[in-house]
């Protein structure tokens, strides 16, 4: 498991430094992207029967890494306070489908 969480945080360095430099547009797609990539995470959490505060110890180090490496962190309180929205979303809806719900939840946060 601790190897899915190193290839997670690596793919969230790639988006960063993809999208340094980029548009407001690209930010905020690499912002839904890693977002959506940790929803992903949440529900497979969620799917295992565990308790909403220890899946947020579990990923705290992970968000916390992909909230300052994405876009250098210029977002990284939107970006906490959008992973929180995520948490409560995911265990109020008892969402079951990862992919799609990040699907849906990047598709979403790009239109916003």
């Known amino acids: 498991m601790k190897n899915l969480f190193c290839n997670f945080v690596f ?3 790639a988006i960063s430094a993809s999208a340094e430099g980029d548009s407001l547009e690209n930010q905020i797609k690499a912002h839904c992207s ?5 929803a ?3 529900v497979e959490k969620y799917k295992t ?3 909403i505060e220890d899946v947020k110890k ?3 180090a992970v968000v916390e890494t992909a909230a300052t490496m994405t876009n250098d962190g210029a977002f990284s309180k939107q970006f906490l306070a959008d992973y ?7 265990y109020s809806t008892k969402q079951r489908k990862a992919t799609e719900y990040a699907i849906l939840y990047i598709k979403e946060c790009k239109q916003r």
């Open 11 to 13: 793919c969230i360095s």
């Open 34 to 38: 890693s977002l959506g990539r940790i």
């Open 40 to 42: 992903f995470l949440a």
């Open 49 to 51: 029967g565990r308790d």
């Open 58 to 60: 579990e990923l705290a």
């Open 84 to 90: 929180d929205k995520i948490m409560d979303d995911v």
